[in-house]
């Protein structure tokens, strides 16, 4: 069998015209959709790029792996020394290609992914890897070709796995001017409206409303290079021209994408080929005041596509509505090529039955993870998602209990704690039992939130930058908002200033000590 694997970053399963959506922004997705299976509730254990996919390419959740953030702490898997063998090609730290490679599958990638984050061990198990060297700032023309060249000499052999990824849906929306727009004629999404985008410019925040560029109106100079977006959204307008800038983004993925398809069926191999669509994270748009980012442990951020097509998919144009983890795709695909085990560390479960026959599969429970832009866990059952925040990553609108029914209510404007005690008791236990099973599991010595809320907070909304991004509220919203940000993380910024107070202290004792 073959594996082509296209992996579209940024990429929410409901802009997607397979998935309902009332733009066609995905004809060529909707094609392999046609042919395979669809999952509605596929999320990734843990968000955004880094920690998402160390996860799927490990087979392990961050809490196993340490990998929680995009940089100081928790941002590195923690070495294992007990388990680290001469080349980790077997055993249980093997990852997902290692274990491909071992079913005798050639893997080969075409991505900057491993650049871009310094995660370089996700390249282990990859024979071939392509880096078109921007970082993550390529467009789909620059990668995808990387991939097709390498097709036309390989795709007709038997037992490889090709990686895809591909950046468009994701800020600062890159399209090339001349694919134009395919929305320009089509309104954004009815559940948007002017009085919702007013309301949430009162509220501060990194890519809020007002600001959703990080923490700063931008210059012109930036937004020249991008045209596709605007300054500020202050209203429909606005939203509309940022949101044609993330479909626009989709439907050129989707371009690229069925260009690959047409080679593979030139190449008369297309029928033999497991095709798999997904994505490493969904993105707010508006969702709690995000507009463009991926900043939360929500049902926004952590749902993704899944189509799945191939050999043995029988269930042409079916929908799972499981409830499935990202890990559970590695065991899922071994399985699938006729591998009867895989690493005992792996937290995935296969879902091949599902594939193949119909067979439910999904979890009981979801425990989602966040702890770049805020540090949050999520437990997504039945049909609520509770969230809890142990740091908003200086976000007003962010309380530390929220509750939502996502099935009604998918872009979360109603929050129901307040009026649901029962439901939060009963998430608030089951996220508890998750905690005591996985962390008594886990061979790492604490749960790594609490190494990153201790180690200064979330890379992108780190304790020390409290009173800089302060002035920046003050100038947006005024003195009283930005005294509130600085009251809410007093404790924080206080325990942040002695901590580092000891550690001046200690490395002057040490010199001290090296100088007698």
């Known amino acids: 069998m073959r594996v082509l694997y296209v992996d579209v970053d940024t990429l929410r399963p409901d802009h997607l015209s397979c998935y309902g959506y009332h733009r066609r922004t995905s004809p060529n997705f909707d094609s392999v959709a046609a042919e395979g299976v669809r999952f509605t509730n596929f999320y990734a254990t843990d968000t955004p790029c880094l920690p998402s996919r160390t996860a799927l390419f490990r087979g392990r959740a961050g809490i196993h792996t340490g990998v929680v953030n995009h940089g100081a702490t928790g941002a590195d898997m923690r070495p294992i020394p007990t388990l680290r063998g001469f080349a980790n090609r077997s055993g249980p730290m093997a990852g997902w290609m290692t274990t491909l490679r071992q079913l005798g599958y050639y893997t080969v990638c075409a991505s900057p992914f491993a650049e871009r984050h310094a995660a370089w061990d996700f390249y282990d198990g990859f024979r071939e890897m392509y880096n ?57 999404a009815s559940w948007i409206t002017d009085d919702l985008i007013a309301g949430h410019r009162q509220y501060y925040g990194p890519h809020s409303a007002r600001t959703p560029h990080h923490t700063r109106v931008p210059d012109n100079a930036y937004l020249d290079q991008y045209p596709r977006l605007p300054k500020t959204i202050e209203d429909l307008d606005d939203y509309k021209l940022w949101i044609d800038g993330y479909d626009t983004g989709i439907h050129y993925a989707d371009h690229w994408a069925g260009r690959v398809f047409d080679l593979l069926r030139s190449l008369g191999v297309w029928d033999e080929t497991l095709v798999i669509v997904s994505s490493d994270h969904g993105e707010n748009q508006g969702e709690l005041n995000v507009y463009g980012d991926h900043q939360l442990a929500d049902h926004v951020t952590h749902r993704i596509p899944l189509i799945v097509k191939g050999p043995g998919i029988v269930r042409a144009g079916a929908v799972d509505d499981g409830l499935h983890y990202n890990v559970d795709l590695a065991p899922t695909l071994v399985e699938l090529l006729g591998g009867a085990e895989w690493p005992e560390l792996w937290d995935g479960r296969s879902f091949a039955r599902s594939l193949t026959g119909g067979v439910s599969c999904g979890r009981d429970v979801l425990v989602l993870s966040h702890a770049c832009w805020s540090i949050q866990r999520s437990v ?136 007698q």
């Open 380 to 515: 997504r059952f039945g049909p609520w998602l509770l969230l809890l925040t142990r740091h908003d990553g200086f976000k007003q609108i962010l309380r530390p209990t929220m509750l939502f029914n996502v099935e009604e209510d998918p872009h979360e404007l109603r929050d129901l704690a307040a009026d649901r005690p029962e439901i939060v008791r009963q998430g608030r236990a089951l996220l508890q039992e998750w905690l005591d099973e996985t962390l008594d599991a886990s061979l790492l010595d604490d749960d790594p939130h609490v190494a990153v809320l201790h180690g200064g907070g979330p890379f992108h909304a780190p304790i020390w930058e409290l009173h800089e991004y302060a002035d920046d509220v003050r100038e947006i919203w005024g003195d009283p908002a930005a005294e509130d940000l600085i009251r809410r993380h007093a404790d924080e910024y206080h325990r942040y200033l002695m901590d580092t107070r000891r550690h001046a202290e200690a490395a002057a004792f040490m010199r001290d000590q090296a100088d």
């Open 132 to 188: 078109p060297g921007k970082g993550g700032m390529e467009s789909a023309e620059e990668v995808v070709p990387w991939a097709m060249d390498w097709l036309e000499r390989h795709g007709q052999e038997d037992h490889w796995f090709l990686h895809v990824h591909v950046w468009d849906p994701h800020t600062p929306y890159r399209a090339p001017a001349d694919y134009d727009n395919p929305f320009k004629d089509e309104p954004p």
